[in-house]
């Protein structure tokens, strides 16, 4: 009696590595995020995205100096006027010795959990409102990836803060990719200055992405213009609503 043959089992496709992953999301997004949704890993981008954030500004305090940026805040703050000059240098001298603390743990820390409920929030949008499929860990890790402009932004940052003069280095404002970059922060108002500035290349860039991303997770269940509005719409309210605070707490 012959044995029966089995079928040979065809060869399941494999998928990307993340070199390939982290360039994909330039040059291949919706094909790098159909391979993010479909095997949700987040710690390459992560720890690229906090090591490049750490080195930025350990180089800022190095060449730029702290207590030039708190300055520079109370130049372009009203309430400035209202300070003596012994206040003023008390405040830039506390400001520079507690700035890059905040800063360092606002990366480690901050970076990580502001992506976690920023994912909590698409993923609520996208599954509550839109009945799209997506888990926390495919929008988070969706997220992450989407955020590679962010890298390219910090690294030519790095550039133009050696190329200009110390004095001349906006943190706040580091490149000029949006129209922010163009206004005097101090005679135009606070509400449209914040607006304008958040209108950002690598923002929308970013944006973009992680629509495309949410377009792959959520798949027949989710239309492009679902996606793009559930990431959006959100941002926009969350602008418009920091503008807000900003022009009346000016």
Known sequence: MTP???????????GLGEGSRLTGVFFEPAKTFEDVAARPSFWAPLILVIVVSLGFMALFGQHVGW???IRHQLETSSRAAQLSTEQRETQIQMGAKFAPI???VGILLGVPLVTLIWAAVLMGIVKGLMSAQVRL??????????SMPGVIMALLAIAVMFMKPPED???QNPLVFNPGAFMDPVATSKFLYSVASALDLFTLWKLVLIG????AAGG????????MTAVFLPWAVWILGAASLAGLFS
């Not at 029966?4 to 494999?14: F, G, R, Y």
């Not at 027949?220 to 996606?227: M, V």
């Open 169 to 171: 280095f906006n943190l």
């Open 220 to 227: 027949k269940q989710l239309s492009t213009g679902g996606a």
């Open 4 to 14: 029966e043959l089995l079928p040979e089992e065809e060869p399941q496709p494999k």
């Open 212 to 215: 495309i991303g949410l377009k």
């Open 102 to 104: 905040a800063g360092y």
């Open 137 to 146: 860990k495919q929008v988070f890790a969706i997220i992450c990836y989407s």
């Open 67 to 69: 207590d030039r940026m």
